[in-house]
């Protein structure tokens, strides 16, 4: 059975591709593919919890650029104690390290991209994803997303790219009503409840949430808005919503390892964000039957429909987010079809199954035309490589 290495550097964080990561891992076929994951680990940084116990993890020190022969060193050893077939990375600093890793120890590489943020990174972020987007030309396959993540990817000369769709695995009964759910958070029991869910970023779009919330208090309706993340801009969103007035109306909870019981708490999830590629907090939010406005941006539309599976918003419009969101704080039974339709639409094209089955072709595929026939390790090798 063949061993792919899964790696990801440990940004003391669970977003998006850590979501992705988790499902993965607790549902490809065992029969088939053997996963174990390789986290690079700054010395001192407290390992995640929030990964399932069932999957074999490596921790693999990793020092920076300075001492990058030293970590490509251990991510070689990693490799060869799990008898790794191929290795499949998750971020841009995984990315490179398997970059050159291709020099001492060559092996099948994907790169898997979920997502680049463009013109909403601000400092050294953008000059990293610069370099990423080199990076990536080097692997033997580049996973994406989404269609408007694989134009992107194409257009940075990569040549072999494959969509496997973003997915979550479905609850299989909706959530309960909204009211279970607050009374369990402390939340305002009645009030109609926005929410937006991820990391806080100027991509992601929550100044365009709050800017939106101001228009709500203006009109006059009794709305709530919850913000549930962290990230740089924590401070300048608080501020921000000081400054509309609307500091008393949104709550920020800062982190949270499991999202899922605020995302059972709203009425609407909020998704105004400024580039985007798929977002698993929509499909999450559908999952759960909770309607969903969204900006024109990514896969949105494709996933959204002409309005019969959520709501669209144009791209930075913080009025037409307002109007959608007074919308559906007037009509309850327009977010019941809407949630309902949404989580229709998720199970049928967004479940884990289908995106599992893709996954594991594409594993299958490359292990077969890079090696013929698959290496395999002894389960006692695998150990540390501290």
Not at 351 to 363: D, W
């Amino acid at each position: 059975m063949p061993t792919v290495l899964l790696l990801k550097s440990d940004y003391e964080r669970i977003g998006g591709p850590e979501s992705l990561l988790r499902s993965l891992a607790e549902n490809l076929d065992r029969k088939r593919f053997r996963p174990v994951l390789g986290v690079l680990r700054r010395p001192g940084q407290p390992p995640l919890a929030e990964y399932p116990a069932t999957l074999p993890q490596i921790d693999i020190r990793w020092q920076g650029g300075v001492a990058l022969p030293a970590s490509i060193g251990r991510i070689a050893k990693a490799a060869r104690q799990s008898g790794a077939a191929l290795i499949h990375t998750h971020d841009m600093r995984a990315n490179a390290a398997a970059r050159v890793l291709r020099f001492v120890h060559p092996i099948p590489w994907i790169a898997h991209v979920h997502g680049w943020l463009g013109h909403t990174h601000r400092g050294r972020w953008r000059l990293y994803e610069a370099i990423d987007r080199r990076v990536v030309r080097a692997a033997d396959l580049v996973l994406v997303g989404s269609a408007s993540a694989r134009r992107e990817v194409c257009g940075c000369g990569v040549e072999r790219v494959e969509i496997v769709p973003n997915f979550v695995p479905m609850p299989a009964q909706p959530p309960p009503e909204p009211s279970a759910a607050r009374a369990e958070l402390g939340l305002p029991p009645t009030a109609f409840l926005a929410g937006m869910l991820g990391r806080l970023h100027r991509g992601k779009g929550q100044h365009v949430f709050i800017a939106a919330m101001a228009g709500l208090a203006r009109k006059g309706i009794e709305a709530r808005g919850l913000i549930v993340g962290d990230g740089p801009e924590r401070a300048r969103l608080q501020a921000l919503a000081m400054a509309k007035g609307v500091a008393d109306r949104i709550t920020f909870t800062g982190f949270v390892a499991d999202a899922t019981r605020y995302i059972a708490a709203v009425d609407v999830l909020a998704v105004p964000s400024l580039k985007e590629s798929l977002p698993l907090t929509a499909i999450e939010a559908m999952s759960f039957a909770r309607p969903v406005v969204a900006s024109r941006a990514g896969d949105l539309p494709v996933l959204l429909g002409a309005g019969e599976h959520g709501m669209l918003v144009p791209v930075g419009d913080a009025a037409a987010l307002a109007e959608a969101l007074a919308c559906l704080a007037a009509d309850p039974d327009r977010r019941c079809r809407l949630g309902a339709a949404g989580r229709a639409r998720a199970a049928a094209a967004y479940s884990t199954g289908p995106a599992l089955s893709r996954l594991e072709a594409c594993y299958a595929d490359l292990i077969e035309r890079c090696h013929g026939h698959a290496p395999t390790a002894d389960a006692d090798t695998l150990r540390s490589a501290e």
